[in-house]
């Protein structure tokens, strides 16, 4: 549709505020109704039914605010993966230095193109988390979990005691603590 061709550049950059997101909509709701300004016409479907893709039944209209984060996520993702790109680069040089973009914080004085790209991390967090739901089995999430707090207390033990641990303790740790969860799990009463 080319009402919302004109600002997806933009959308990909800013997080355009919920009011304009629904002026948006109002405007190509009123044009799909064919609504001038003073008339009203009937709506025969829900603006969310409008907005389904096709495959699940609806016309395939974009929700403007749902589009908005889908495009900033896509940047978002690009700090994730593409960690040569001079895009990279710089937000790292300036927005995270030592830690990754799925830990930084806002910061002081902060773009209002970071704030964006933050407000879009968490669509990535849950789609992540969702991924690893869908692949893997509960045993394997559990035992991922248990490697990931392991190889985490490892790197506190390198970062504030100066103490390295080798691999093999790292992966002992993390069937250590998958033993005592599962005991726990299998003692506590299931709801």
């Known amino acids: 549709m080319v009402a919302l061709a004109i600002p997806t550049y933009s959308m990909s950059i800013f997080k355009i505020p919920r009011a304009v997101c629904a002026g948006l909509n109002s405007v190509l709701a009123k044009y799909w109704w064919g609504q001038s300004q003073n008339e009203q016409k009937i709506h025969w479907i829900n603006w969310g039914k409008l907005c389904t893709p096709k495959d ?18 896509k940047q978002a993702w690009r700090l994730i993966h593409r960690t040569h790109s001079l ?9 995270f230095p030592v830690c990754s973009f799925l830990e930084a914080e806002l910061g002081s004085n902060p773009s209002f193109m970071w704030r964006s790209l933050l407000s879009a991390r968490e669509l990535i967090r849950e789609g992540l988390a969702k991924s690893l739901k869908e692949k893997l089995s509960r045993k394997e999430l559990e035992m991922w979990a248990m490697v990931a707090w392991s190889i985490w207390n490892a790197r506190n ?19 250590m603590l998958l033993e005592d969860y599962q005991r726990l799990s299998r003692s506590m009463p299931s709801n």
């Open 56 to 73: 699940r039944g609806g016309v395939g209209f974009r929700d403007v605010h749902a589009f908005n984060l889908v495009m900033l996520a």
């Open 157 to 175: 033990r390198l970062y504030f005691e100066a103490s390295q641990t080798p691999p093999q303790a790292i992966l002992k740790s993390a069937e």
């Open 87 to 95: 895009f990279y680069r710089v937000y790292k040089a300036r927005y």
